[in-house]
């Protein structure tokens, strides 16, 4: 290579020796003549210095700018005492330079490249230049952690056995899931592909086919709005095990998480992963990926309220299927009215006709509700939820799955504001993973007005439940699994059905799914399923969500290389583009007038 040393690995231990360095200039100094130079690589920063009695070398270095990239011959010296910089590894030495070759000088900047004034910097200015954005020292420490993370993932799974198999990602459209990308076909006119939104149906072929134990960081594609956690395109730790049960998924994975976060982090996770049923985490936590950093926990008062003269709790008590209950936020009885409005605004986008509550303050309750309650509904509420003075206590009174979801997201918000006002602490640097299994096989959907696979239409039901599967399919629980870390699923499997005529009854007769809409999306796996497919299960993780959890970083788009923003578009390289006459030709495509409806 163009240099014998990165600028992370000097020491006192080379003082004396001849190097080359390359890379760029972090930062220019000039003292009485003498011309400090940091020079920058992946790995990390070493002082070059250019004497004046070294002619063209000393005038060279006054061209530099930050960023340009240089290379440097010299000898590496002892820094005395006083001038060692101990936040450096390279701090105790410096080269002296006698030899540079300037390979680019570069342009002015279109923003400063130190992180704190770089996070000011619109997000759009960012990605036009994401290059540079890249090259910082955090973001590129980012980078680093995504391969090591890879890294560890692929290790810990070929120790067990599995092969890597790459599954096609032009697939056929399966409309049943989220949006999907199409892909005209040239050689087949008036035909699509689809861009695989996960190698699902692949990977259950793979099993049929004898491979027993597969995976891949597969990519993914989804034509969904974007946010902090969802990309068009993203990246699954993908997985299938023939001849498994569950238990035999949760340990694999448990083995896999813990030797991840050692060799990326140094931590050292406890195993086995709690687990909890998806109707005690909705019923404790109001969602299924609870985050169990902090204690607020969900309490039901239906059946208290079913005598109420308050009249709105008492019709919804007494409405089969509804729900009242409560969380204490305890010690956030100091909420200001606006962070009250904002809760109130939350509760109101999730159905909510408003947000009841009850302030302890003072030695007394406050609350417009509160003369509606009687002396025993009040002492059942002070016992069960431990209402003390500084506590506030939020109220949802609507259908199960609507009280879960308000309560749940009141839940967080609370959290966040108590933990801004240290009166709780969410470590950032504690990893409370967590099963959740038990799910519903399938949701009862009021538009279509027929059941919905919870997860997929492959997962298949718990074996005691099948006899339900005709009369009551609502009751039937899948053999499905998540994995939630912090209050993110990281991920979600199941064991899969394996029996043809089992999977044909649940696309026909559950799911009512007419059966040459069957054939032609999955006649090829109820065929493959009659050659002898093996009882076998899988799991798909997002490896983005896991690499940013392990970074502690809130969005996927940084540790993502090119993100897209949340128009979909590639600023740096000014993706989606136009294309020519000639190619929609070819494709024999016409593209409408975007104004015309």
């Given at each position: 290579m163009l240099r014998t040393h990165h600028c992370n690995s000097l020491t006192t231990a080379d003082a004396g020796k001849e190097v080359t360095l390359i890379g760029w200039v972090d930062t220019v100094r000039d003292l009485g003549g003498v011309r400090f130079v940091d020079l920058r690589d992946r790995e990390g920063i070493t002082q070059v210095v250019f004497h004046p009695d070294r002619g063209e070398v000393h005038e060279q270095a006054h061209r530099l700018k930050s960023e340009s990239v240089i290379q440097v011959s010299g000898t590496v010296v002892k820094r005395s005492a006083e001038t060692i910089n101990p936040k450096l590894p390279t701090g105790g030495v410096e080269i002296v330079a006698d030899k540079i070759t300037v390979h680019n000088i570069c342009q002015p900047l279109p923003f400063p490249m130190e992180d704190d004034k770089a996070d000011k910097v619109s997000e759009d200015l960012r990605l036009e230049y994401r290059f540079l954005d890249l090259r910082r020292p955090r973001n590129l420490n980012l980078v680093k952690t995504r391969a090591l993370a890879s890294k560890a993932i692929r290790h810990a799974l070929e120790e067990e056995g599995f092969l890597e198999v790459e599954t096609p990602i032009l697939f056929k459209s399966t409309p049943e899931g989220a949006r999907e990308f199409l892909v005209p076909s040239r050689l087949n006119p008036g035909s699509f592909y689809a861009l695989s939104q996960s190698p699902q149906q692949y990977k259950q072929m793979l099993m049929v086919a004898g491979v027993e134990k597969y995976y891949q960081l597969a990519r993914c594609f989804r034509d969904e709005d974007l946010r902090a956690d969802r990309q068009l395109e993203f990246t699954q730790v993908d997985l299938e095990m023939s001849f498994i049960e569950r238990e035999d998924m949760y340990a694999l994975i448990e083995k896999m998480l813990k030797r991840t976060w050692k060799e990326v982090l140094g931590i050292d996770i406890p195993t086995p992963f709690p687990r909890m049923s998806f109707q005690e985490a909705m019923d404790r936590y109001g969602v299924d990926k609870p985050d169990t950093r902090f204690a607020i926990e969900i309490t039901d008062f239906t059946e208290l309220f079913q005598q109420s003269q308050f009249k709105v709790f008492h019709t919804i008590a007494n409405t089969p299927g509804s729900v009242v209950r409560a969380i204490n936020a305890k010690g956030l009885a100091d909420i200001t009215q606006g962070e009250l409005a904002n809760l109130e605004t939350i509760a109101k986008t999730l159905g909510a006709k408003g947000l009841a509550f009850i302030k302890a303050e003072n030695g007394e309750w406050k609350s417009p509700i509160l003369k509606f309650f009687s002396e025993e509904e009040k002492a059942a509420l002070k016992e069960k939820l431990n209402i003390e003075d500084g506590d506030i206590v939020f109220f949802a009174a609507a259908p199960w799955t609507q009280a879960c979801a308000i309560l749940g997201r009141i839940r967080l918000e609370a959290g966040r504001l108590l933990q801004q006002r240290g009166k709780i602490?969410?470590?950032?640097?504690?990893?409370?993973?967590?099963?959740?299994?038990?799910?519903?096989?399938?949701?009862?959907?009021?538009?279509?007005?027929?059941?919905?696979?919870?997860?997929?239409?492959?997962?298949?039901?718990?074996?005691?439940?099948?006899?339900?599967?005709?009369?009551?399919?609502?009751?039937?629980?899948?053999?499905?699994?998540?994995?939630?870390?912090?209050?993110?699923?990281?991920?979600?499997?199941?064991?899969?059905?394996?029996?043809?005529?089992?999977?044909?009854?649940?696309?026909?007769?559950?799911?009512?799914?007419?059966?040459?809409?069957?054939?032609?999306?999955?006649?090829?796996?109820?065929?493959?399923?009659?050659?002898?497919?093996?009882?076998?299960?899988?799991?798909?993780?997002?490896?983005?969500?896991?690499?940013?959890?392990?970074?502690?970083?809130?969005?996927?788009?940084?540790?993502?290389?090119?993100?897209?923003?949340?128009?979909?578009?590639?600023?740096?390289?000014?993706?989606?583009?136009?294309?020519?006459?000639?190619?929609?030709?070819?494709?024999?495509?016409?593209?409408?007038?975007?104004?015309?409806?």
């Open positions: 602490t969410i470590p950032a640097d504690q990893f409370n993973f967590l099963w959740v299994i038990e799910f519903p096989l399938m949701l009862w959907d009021e538009d279509e007005k027929r059941f919905l696979s919870a997860h997929h239409p492959f997962t298949a039901p718990v074996k005691e439940d099948e006899p339900l599967l005709s009369s009551a399919p609502e009751k039937v629980r899948g053999q499905h699994y998540d994995i939630v870390l912090n209050g993110v699923e990281l991920g979600g499997g199941s064991i899969r059905i394996h029996n043809p005529e089992m999977q044909k009854h649940i696309f026909e007769n559950v799911l009512k799914i007419p059966a040459d809409i069957v054939e032609s999306r999955f006649g090829y796996m109820l065929k493959a399923f009659s050659f002898g497919a093996p009882p076998h299960g899988g799991i798909a993780l997002g490896l983005d969500r896991l690499v940013a959890m392990l970074a502690g970083r809130a969005s996927i788009r940084d540790i993502i290389a090119f993100p897209k923003t949340q128009k979909g578009q590639d600023l740096m390289a000014e993706s989606p583009g136009q294309v020519t006459p000639r190619q929609l030709r070819d494709l024999r495509i016409e593209v409408l007038d975007p104004e015309e409806k």
